[in-house]
């Protein structure tokens, strides 16, 4: 169950985190959103997964619970 966990965030992480640099370099494309609040959503989603990942990460390999 982890392990889809850690895909799951990771691809998330991913996503979000390419919607960032995408937002970034060329701005907003959705014109009902401002580029900075855009950017803003992209980089929280981003922080946020990459922590997951992190969490689930550790929690699989580093120190695993059994």
Do not use: Q
């Not at 966990?5 to 991913?14: H, N, S």
């Not at 979000?16 to 959103?33: E, K, Q």
């Amino acid at each position: 169950m982890l392990s889809y966990c850690l895909i799951l965030f990771y691809l998330l992480f991913l996503t979000s985190l390419g919607g960032f640099v995408v937002c970034a370099l060329t701005g907003s494309w959705i014109a009902a959103y401002d580029t900075k609040d855009l950017c803003l959503i992209y980089f929280l989603m981003s922080s946020l997964c990459g922590l997951l990942t992190y969490i689930v990460f550790n929690m699989m390999f580093v120190a695993p619970m059994w």
